[in-house]
Nanobody, 127 residues
Framework: QVQLVESGGGLVQAGGSLRLSCAASGRTFSSYAVAWFRQAPGKEREIVAAISWSGSNTYYADSVKGRFTISRDYAKTTVYLQMSSLKPEDTAVYYC????????????????????WGQGTQVTVSS
């Protein structure tokens, strides 16, 4: 069982930056592929970025490509989402998700691929 805890959300002006963190409670993220999803009011939860457990492969939604960066630290205890050049349309609750993976080089982009979810952190971008 993996418990995920997100942090780093908040209110920021358009053009600003935030860094979200996702920590695995009580254990490392070794052998877990991880992703960030977001859900805006009245919309479906959508993939933002994903990373393989080895860290060698990443995926970004077209809407955030070039502005967001997903990474994981060497000890693989935390996964980050660095968000820059934020836009009002980035306003959403951001969720961290993890999936046990034994391959090491895969990332996953579908909501149903993930077994573990955090409680979410609110990101609000004002215009």
């Amino acid at each position: 069982q993996v418990q995920l805890v997100e942090s780093g959300g908040g209110l920021v002006q358009a053009g600003g930056s935030l860094r979200l963190s996702c920590a695995a409670s009580g254990r490392t993220f070794s052998s877990y592929a991880v992703a960030w999803f977001r859900q805006a009011p009245g919309k479906e939860r959508e993939i933002v970025a994903a990373i393989s457990w080895s860290g060698s492969n990443t995926y970004y939604a077209d809407s955030v490509k070039g502005r967001f960066t997903i990474s994981r630290d060497y000890a693989k205890t935390t996964v980050y989402l660095q968000m820059s050049s934020l836009k009002p349309e980035d306003t959403a609750v951001y969720y961290c998700a993890a999936n046990r993976d034994y391959n090491g080089s895969y990332y996953y982009t579908r909501r149903g691929d993930y077994d573990y979810w955090g409680q979410g952190t609110q990101v609000t971008v004002s215009s």
